[in-house]
């Protein structure tokens, strides 16, 4: 390879670190901010709930069914926060509590909730195996 083309394969090789650990930082901050408006939304539909269970017990009326469609909408919402928020703690390499979920900062050795062992499985992002090698090589 001659010395221009080699600078070049350099070059980009510096610049696809630089616009992962970008992009990186932007999908982070998507991911917040999906999580703070589905945190948003639920806390609508608790509202929404408060009311449809208040209304319900002052006129006697049936709301059953559509209480329970918010509540089960509820519970969909709060998983979906759930992931999203593990997705982020993942992604800042924060440290997941395989006892209690909860999320710790890198380098943590106990959960600082539940006490358990944490586990590290944190990857270091910079000198990481290639992730693409090919697993299916034939024996
Ligand atoms: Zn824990």
Redesign the pocket.
Known sequence: MGFIEETIVKAKEVFDVAGRKTSEAITIQKLKVNAASLDAQIAKDYEALGRLVYAGSREKSENQEATEELMAEIDAKRLQLESLQAEIAHMKGNLI?S????SNMPGAVF?S????KLQNTQKKQDDAPAAEEPADAEK
Request: proline residues 0%; glycine residues 30%; positive net charge.
């Open positions: 509590c006892g209690c979920g909860a959960c909730k539940c006490g358990k």
